[in-house]
């Protein structure tokens, strides 16, 4: 029996687009079509599709308002939705994410990316409803047969558990009842603080204890809980005296909510952030300079004939290239600076926290900029090939708090262009859209 194809519906006013997409997504979508935000709408009501590639500029119903009313119908609130659009600005896309937009695609259309972003789009949809199946699972279990018991006597430092909290632990039954002290040895030391705090707060304004956090399972390794309890008894003094509660074993769900942490702000292959993270990042760092009176830096990469690589041993060599170019650029810059992937061969890095006087903040990307192009042109095992590549480079530096994000990201793949037609394996300046320098 043939898997069934997930269903897209294609929103765009052009013709073109749509053929575009269609050839493309065909062989591993079911793919829908509407020219006209209203002819989308009217389709998906008839059969809710998977997820809704919509155009943002479109006349007499624009995405935007196409999206709104998708959310108000409660049959595909939830479909995800990912915008095609010609605009970068940050006010879109802003818009687009009050509305729970999935992602944007600009075109023109890089239809690697375009599939590989919707791939990316319905895992996530799978991994949240696979969250939502685990609660219910937990839920069930925890109505039907009872969950990791305790019952802590405050006033003599005693707990004591039911059988299957020592089950969840892989404890035996000696930790059926054992001091407090035993219990918070367990407690994983960076939640022990959080785990603490929570109790003293139930315990002084009879309000409910609950917290998640790590403990100590008997094999060793630690494993996510949920815990929840309450003040049963106090003394003559209204000091509590008795606690009970019960913790479930939420590891899945922790584990599912990091893979859509991961599949939402880095690249899968190299595991460094993407492109919505590092915007995120430059935002923050650009906000820190007018703070903190400092500049940073954007130095742009580009692997200089990274298409011959894959085009003469295959994607699975140019991939095995590019997760070591990711940790060598890791390797030459602080804790501090951030390292990611945008797509291709194609990698940024952002500096902070550089001197406030341009000519030693440019001094000192450049010495970085130099180190990187060094760390790069070392040869790369792949295999049994030992392939040799170089990187074009481009430096720009910001630091003013009205500089727009796009811009500089634009400045510094400028730069790296010019590096490219200086002869590559190089390193370009360009200042405020005002001059390319080599560095």
Known sequence: MQPIKPRILAIDDTPGNLFTLGTALVSEFDLEIATSGSQGLAMARKSVPDLILLDIMMPDMDGLETCRRFREDPRLAAVPVIFLTALTGVESEMAGLDLGVADYI?????????????????????????????????????????????????????????????????????????????????????????????????????????????????????????????????????????MVGCIKNIDDRRRSEADIQRLAFFDPLTELPNRRLLMDRLQQAIIRNVRNNTRGALLFLDMDHFKQLNDTHGHAMGDAMLIQVAGRLSGCVREQDTVARLGGDEFVVLLEALPADAVAATNSAKMVGEKLLGALNSPYLLGDVIHHSSPSIGLTLFGRDNENIDAILQRADQAMYAAKEGGRNTLRLLVDGERLGAA
Request: hydrophobic share 35%.
């Open 106 to 242: 600009t075109k023109p259309f890089n239809l690697d990316i375009v599939k590989l972003r919707i791939r990316n789009t319905l895992r996530l949809v799978s991994l949240n409803r696979e969250v939502r199946a685990s609660e219910e699972r937990m839920r069930f279990v925890l109505e039907a047969t009872g969950d990791g018991i305790w019952d802590w006597q405050i006033d003599i430092d005693q707990i004591s558990h039911n059988e299957a909290w020592c089950h969840m632990l892989g404890l035996d039954s000696s930790f059926l009842h054992h001091p407090i002290a035993t219990y918070v040895e367990r407690v994983h030391p960076e939640d022990l603080a959080a785990v603490e705090e929570a109790l003293d707060y139930s315990a002084q304004g009879n309000t409910k204890f609950t917290v998640e956090y790590r403990i100590r399972h008997g094999d060793g390794h630690y494993l996510w809980v949920s815990d929840t309890g309450q003040v049963v008894d106090r003394d003559r003094d209204g000091k509590a005296s008795r």
